[in-house]
């Protein structure tokens, strides 16, 4: 039997980057958190689900808004720093920043290496370096997450405990305590949410998920480019839902010789709002209930990242049958970018995101054999499904049947 001390200096620097690729490393990561859960007590579990995470969550969303990671990074050069110059760059008292810093340090997002000397790790340089992953801990927690998974476990009660399917009457609008309620319509008029929605959304597609571009072979599509009947060009790709373009960009990144308004960001309107996006992207409002626009028809692909999830089977089902008629048969691809639930052992990320899809949404993630469904409910047909390895997504390809 390991000692503790054995087992500690076998994990003696470990860390992200002591893996050839991000599936080792995620193999790893489950592998100690599935030894931490053997490890802890039961109370260990309860103290940190019902009081680290919230207090952690708290300072470190104070610790922002007062500005000590930037002044951190930006006065300081990202050096050891002790709570006295924080207090000195951030204008903030002292013995607040010396609490705070201690919080998050006992949970090792930052490291104390001597008394009241913090040193930076990469959670905390990427707080100062990226404005979006600062934004998942405003608006998108306290606003939206932190609000319902706290009502859902009532709502579910009241109800009967059964499993919800009515995006109009679940547990969202339980919580609104307002029937016509609509959580889209509320991120995007709520402006302590929609750019911290966004931005959440972004890093989700930034750190959580295989890029799409090295899951499917997008050589095939800037290759077979087709024209319409006057001549012109045919769209090449049409994000649909697409939030700030984070998955167009990546497209753009890898295929940057392409023709201007080739690719087609599509959202709702308030979502759109203040979208940087590169002058080779055309910004297309849209509300995929409704058909798509003449100059969007007959694209080579089209693409939806996380869209479907967030609809009951009868709403997703009526996205694909309004996006069907504009696919051309025979060229037109649609790629649906989502999580499958495994039938045995699904990924807890996937799990996650199922609870989270039925707090918000009264929506699913959902296995192989129900996106088949799904799809064939609609008239079209996968073509193919391309499994990336450990990976929380895949792409299903799909065509006209």
Same mark, same amino acid.
């Not at 934004?135 to 927690?141: P, V």
């Not at 391309?386 to 299903?396: A, D, G, H, L, T």
């Given at each position: 039997m390991a000692s503790a001390d054995q087992l500690l200096a076998s994990l003696e620097g =470990? !860390? @992200? !980057? %002591?893996?050839s690729n991000e599936a080792e490393r995620i193999r790893a990561r489950d592998a100690v958190f599935e030894a931490l859960r053997r490890i802890q007590s039961p109370w260990d579990i309860a103290w940190d689900q019902n009081w680290v995470n919230p207090a952690i969550n708290a300072s470190i969303k104070t610790l922002i808004d007062a500005g000590v990671f930037k002044k951190w990074a930006d006065d300081a050069g990202g050096a050891p720093i002790t709570c006295t110059k924080l207090a000195e760059l951030t204008g903030a008292d002292e013995l607040l920043i010396r609490r705070m810093m201690r919080a998050i340090s006992g949970q090792f997002l930052v490291r104390e290496i001597a008394q009241d000397t913090y040193a930076q790790t990469p959670w905390a340089k990427a707080l100062a370096e990226e404005p979006s992953f600062?934004?998942?801990?405003?608006?998108?927690?306290? /606003?939206l997450n932190s609000q319902m998974f706290r009502t859902l476990p009532y709502y579910l009660k009241e109800t009967g405990f059964k499993n919800p399917t009515d995006v109009n009457d679940c547990n969202f609008q339980f919580w609104q305590g307002d029937k016509n309620a609509n959580m889209f319509q509320y991120v995007g008029t709520n402006p302590r949410l929609t750019s911290d929605f966004n931005d959440a959304m972004e890093c989700h597609s930034k750190y959580n998920l295989t890029p799409w571009v090295d899951i499917y072979p997008t050589d095939t599509v800037v290759q077979s480019v087709a024209e319409t009947d006057n001549g012109q060009p045919r769209p090449l790709v049409v994000d649909i839902g697409g939030g700030k373009g984070h998955d167009l960009k990546k497209f753009l990144a890898r295929h940057p010789n392409i023709s201007p308004g080739s690719l087609v960001l599509q959202d709702l309107p308030d979502i759109l709002k203040g979208v940087d996006v590169d002058a080779l992207i055309k910004v297309q409002p849209h509300d995929f209930f409704t058909a798509q626009p003449p100059e969007s028809q007959g694209a080579r692909v089209y693409f939806m990242h996380n869209v479907l999830h967030d609809w009951p089977d009868e709403a997703a089902k009526k996205i694909l049958q309004t996006l069907a008629p504009a696919m051309k048969k025979g060229y037109s691809r649609l790629l649906i970018h989502e999580s499958l639930v495994s039938s045995v052992k699904p990924l807890s990320r996937v799990t996650v995101s199922d609870i989270t899809m039925m707090a918000c949404l009264a929506a699913a993630e959902r296995s /192989?054999?129900?996106? #088949? /469904? $799904?799809? @064939? !409910? @609609?008239? $079209? %047909?996968i073509v193919k499904i391309? #499994?990336?390895?450990? %990976? =929380?997504? %895949? &792409? &299903?390809e799909v065509e006209v049947a």
């Open positions: =470990v !860390s @992200a !980057s %002591s893996f600062a934004g998942m801990y405003g608006g998108f927690y306290h /606003e /192989e054999e129900q996106w #088949r /469904e $799904l799809v @064939a !409910s @609609a008239g $079209l %047909s391309w #499994r990336p390895v450990q %990976s =929380v997504e %895949s &792409i &299903i």
